[in-house]
């Protein structure tokens, strides 16, 4: 019985570590993913509603489509 119980207890260290294992390489595999994927156009991001066009108030460059914020968001 306790050769049995033992077993069960590798077993189940053996299976986990092997479930952790694998789900890192999934992560990886989702990063690269990430990593090679195009970046939105500015037109695409201003489309979706990700940046705003000139002359709207501002605080991060960012913010704006053209990535220039002087209060308010700068022509290109």
């Known amino acids: 019985?306790?050769?049995?119980?033992?077993?069960?207890?590798?077993?189940?260290?053996?299976?986990s570590t092997q479930a952790m294992i694998?789900?890192?390489?999934?992560k990886r595999r989702k990063a690269k993913i990430n990593i090679f994927s195009k970046r939105k156009t500015t037109a695409g991001r201003w489309w979706d509603g990700e940046?705003?066009?000139?002359?709207?108030?501002?605080?991060?460059?960012?913010?704006?489509?053209?990535?220039?914020?002087?209060?308010y968001c700068t022509l290109w």
């Open 1 to 15: 019985m306790e050769k049995l119980t033992i077993l069960l207890l590798v077993v189940t260290v053996l299976v």
């Open 22 to 26: 694998q789900g890192d390489i999934e």
């Open 51 to 71: 940046c705003r066009s000139w002359s709207n108030k501002c605080e991060w460059p960012w913010h704006c489509c053209s990535n220039d914020c002087e209060d």
